[in-house]
């Protein structure tokens, strides 16, 4: 990061760039693509806010059709929100934080 090594995040499978709709993608299409009920990981969260990097462990939950369970395991415990996703799996609803708005 910036050029300096970051051993902290050594393992952090995919990025999650919070306060955008593509927050999520990467690990629901990792999920959805392997048939699995659930998915754990730890990702490189950026906040959106300040910018800062940290490792995170999230378990994402298969639902149902076009809908995820987010569980955050590290920075916000207790943190669970329901996703929305379209079909090309990105969010459209992340429950208490945006939905998607179509302006057509």
Do not use: K, W
Request: proline fraction near 5%; charged fraction near 30%; glycine fraction near 6%.
């Amino acid at each position: 990061m910036n050029g300096q090594h970051r051993p902290d995040l050594e393992g952090a499978e995919d990025p999650d760039m919070s306060v955008t709709p593509f927050c999520n993608t990467l690990p629901i299409r990792r999920l959805l693509s392997s048939g699995d009920a659930s998915l754990t990981l730890d990702v490189a969260y950026v906040n959106g806010t300040d910018l800062t990097v940290s490792r995170l462990r999230q378990r994402y939950e298969r639902q149902e059709r076009g809908r995820i369970r987010y569980v955050d395991l590290g920075l916000f415990p207790g943190f669970e929100a329901d996703l929305h996703v379209d079909e090309r799996m990105l969010v459209v609803s992340y429950e208490h934080l945006f939905e998607r708005v179509d302006l057509s």
